[in-house]
């Protein structure tokens, strides 16, 4: 297994709504194939944070079961990070490459993160 680097980025992006995916390419050339409903919930913005914390505590949210998963727009702000624009409007998010390796679905990242 390689170390990965401590800040990882993408040499490769593509946003895939047909298969409701985002492929990403990362430097280590590690692949990650990320479902958009993953990346929409993990929205890192203060709205969907607070949503966030009342799903975890049981209450009732309907931020994500009503938010569209199907990105308008992605454009990366500054070297850092990803800005997505959802087709419901909602853009509050500034997805850093770390969080968005984070979401890697994959068996080597989950073994990594547990
Ligand atoms: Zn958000
Ligand atoms: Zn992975």
């Not at 569209?68 to 992605?74: C, F, G, L, M, R």
Request: hydrophobic letters at 35%; glycine letters at 4%; a neutral charge.
């Amino acid at each position: 297994m390689t170390t990965p680097a401590k800040e990882p980025k993408p040499k490769q992006l593509i946003v895939d709504p047909k298969r409701a995916l985002m492929y990403v390419r990362w430097q280590d050339d590690h692949e990650s194939l990320i479902p958009l409903h993953v990346v929409r919930e993990a929205c890192p913005c203060a709205f969907c944070e607070q949503a966030r914390r009342r799903l975890a505590q049981g209450e009732p949210d309907e931020t994500f079961s009503r938010a569209s998963i199907e990105p308008t727009a992605v454009s990366e702000a500054g070297n850092y990070a990803l800005h997505i624009y959802w087709a419901d409007g909602h853009s509050g998010g500034y997805y850093t490459w770390s969080l968005l390796r984070s979401l890697c679905p994959c068996e080597a990242c989950q073994a990594s993160r547990s």
